[in-house]
T-cell receptor, first 111, second 111 residues
Framework: RKEVEQDPGPFNVPEGATVAFNCTYS??????FFWYRQDCRKEPKLLMS???SGNEDGRFTAQLNRASQYISLLIRDSKLSDSATYLC????????????FGAGTRLFVKA | SQTIHQWPATLVQPVGSPLSLECTVE??????LYWYRQAAGRGLQLLFY??????ISSEVPQNLSASRPQDRQFILSSKKLLLSDSGFYLC??????????FGQGTRLTVV
């Protein structure tokens, strides 16, 4: 089993749609969680951190469920510019910090 | 503020030639440093990470090596490139247990 697994995608949605991505992690000692966005042929960039209480940044909402070991990203009112690959990132501390990136979920938002 | 520099942005090399990609970080000390490779349409593959000068951990056996001669310098090398070494190479840094920041990446094509 991979340490971090994401919905494979691609997700093809119309503008204005709401789309949700899930990500599961296997290490219960994981302590920090993030969503990154990667545009085609570019480096990944931080989209938002994920907290147990859930957090929102405009149209984006991230949730963490420690009991079930998954995190989610919800995008409301999708824009064409949201088209990208979304990477789930988990940092665990088991004998040293380790950063694990998910394989990414590709999103296409169409007019 | 911290910045990360990675060069060159693109590189075309013949099979059997050597490789040296350099990454430097400014504005922080004792960072964790990472080299990733991303094949077209695929996720990030961690190649090497370093928690300090001269300390290199390899995640996968391959035709590449890494060195960290200075605290904020990370070098990816190969003595003889293979066609399969083509890809998008990303350098990243992080604080201990903190989120990662990426360089702009090097697109390597081995011909």
């Amino acid at each position: 089993r991979k340490e971090v697994e994401q919905d494979p995608g691609p997700f093809n949605v119309p503008e204005g749609a709401t789309v949700a991505f899930n990500c599961t992690y296997s290490n219960s000692a994981s302590q920090s969680f993030f969503w990154y966005r990667q545009d085609c042929r570019k480096e990944p960039k931080l989209l938002m951190s994920v907290y147990s209480s859930g957090n929102e940044d405009g149209r984006f909402t991230a949730q963490l469920n420690r009991a079930s070991q998954y995190i989610s990203l919800l995008i409301r009112d999708s824009k064409l510019s949201d088209s990208a690959t979304y990477l789930c990132v988990v940092i665990s501390n088991t004998g040293g910090f380790k950063t694990i990136f998910g394989a990414g979920t590709r999103l296409f938002v169409k007019a | 503020s911290q910045t990360i520099h990675q060069w060159p942005a693109t590189l075309v090399q013949p099979v059997g030639s050597p490789l040296s990609l350099e990454c430097t970080v400014e504005g922080t000390s004792n960072p964790n440093l990472y080299w990733y490779r991303q094949a077209a349409g695929r996720g990030l593959q961690l190649l090497f990470y370093s928690v300090g000068i001269g300390q290199i951990s390899s995640e996968v056996p391959q035709n590449l090596s890494a060195s960290r001669p200075q605290d904020r310098q990370f070098i990816l090398s190969s003595k003889k490139l293979l066609l399969s070494d083509s890809g998008f190479y990303l350098c990243a840094w992080s604080g201990k247990g903190k989120r990662s920041f990426f360089g702009q990446g090097t697109r390597l094509t081995v011909v």
